[in-house]
């Protein structure tokens, strides 16, 4: 099913496939007969919008007219006859049936003859829930059938849409800078910058970010972190680096550049070590951690302990 979602383009041999395997119907799959389609009969209408709209509050989907189901698994074509049906007139009748518009639902006539054809809705989970049906009411997608959602649910979704979502997006700049000696590494420098997302529905307007580097691996003379220093924990300099301006809704932030320094004496940290991101904001903490050796690279490969010169040896010379 995950396969049918994440498809640009479905084909005749993926709804043949459905009756062929007797794909069954799920949560997030429903199959309905051609004929129970319409964009001209009111009751059939309202019938669809309410599927659609369900869907959406539920966990998304897939919704499929043309096939037939038997004990809730695909059993043959019941194909569509009526020629009014197309993509322009559906899409127009869900963007103006459907409250608040579901975003990015995508909408695919199959033709199967020049008369017949299936229509296959992909329906997004939305962020946008809950989604009035044009008959004023909200549904949910439960058991096989699209139910009347109870107050507190409606509620609790309404909630949810007014809170932030932040999302830790990754780092940037991984690639080391070296200083070299006959070839080898002396000192391998990182300068990575942390970026994270507000994936919710509203401003954060407060956020902190607390980075944890191991001691070792810090280089305390590089002053655009260092102002942020908060404490020592363990073997980690924890830094702590709180919002300057709001974030909006899917705004990117780059909220610290950092600098690490890895040499021969320090490797067997970086090897075995982890940067720790926490990220305090409106709707609680969230913690990512960070393998150093599986995140850092020089020229697109793995760092390795003999590519360092070993300044013992160095010394000795």
């Known amino acids: 099913m995950q396969s049918l979602l994440n498809k640009e383009i479905i084909s005749t041999e993926d709804i043949v496939?459905?009756?062929?395997?007797?794909?069954?119907?799920?949560?997030?799959?429903?199959f309905k007969e051609g004929s129970e389609i319409s964009v001209t009969e009111e009751k059939k209408i309202l019938k669809l919008i309410i599927s659609l709209s369900a869907l959406a509050n539920t966990k998304g989907g897939v919704l499929i007219y043309g096939i037939n189901a038997k004990r809730k698994k695909a059993?043959?074509?019941?194909?569509?006859?009526d020629k009014t049906i197309n993509e322009e007139s559906l899409f127009y009748l869900v963007n103006n049936n459907i409250f608040r518009n579901i975003k990015n639902i995508k909408i695919q006539l199959i033709e199967f003859d020049q008369n017949q054809s299936i229509i296959v809705f992909i329906i997004p989970e939305s962020i946008d829930a809950p989604h009035m049906a044009s008959d004023g009411r909200y549904y949910k997608h439960q058991q096989f059938k699209d139910v009347l959602m109870e107050?507190?649910?409606v509620r609790m979704y309404y909630n949810k849409s007014s809170i932030t979502e932040i999302e830790f997006l990754g780092i940037v700049n991984t690639a080391g800078v070296p200083t070299l000696?006959?070839?080898?590494f002396l000192v391998l420098n990182f300068y990575p910058k942390f970026m994270i997302r507000n994936t919710g529905n509203t401003i954060e307007h407060f956020y902190k970010i607390e980075l944890f580097i191991p001691s070792s691996l810090h280089d305390s003379m590089f002053q655009p972190l260092h102002n942020y220093f908060n404490r020592l924990s363990d073997i980690y300099s924890v830094f702590s680096i709180p919002n300057r301006v709001p974030l909006f809704q899917q705004e990117i932030a780059t909220v610290v550049e950092a600098k690490l320094t890895v040499t021969a004496e320090n490797f067997n940290e970086f090897i075995n070590r982890e940067l720790i991101v926490k990220i305090y904001y409106t709707n609680g903490v969230k913690e990512?951690?960070?393998?150093?050796?599986q995140t850092f690279f020089y020229n697109n490969k793995k760092i390795n302990f003999n590519d360092f010169l070993d300044l013992n040896q160095l010394q000795s010379r």
């Open 75 to 81: 059993s043959q074509l019941s194909l569509i006859n």
């Open 181 to 184: 000696s006959d070839g080898r």
């Open 288 to 293: 990512h951690l960070i393998n150093l050796s």
């Open 151 to 153: 107050e507190h649910e």
């Open 17 to 30: 496939n459905l009756i062929n395997n007797n794909i069954s119907e799920s949560l997030t799959l429903v």
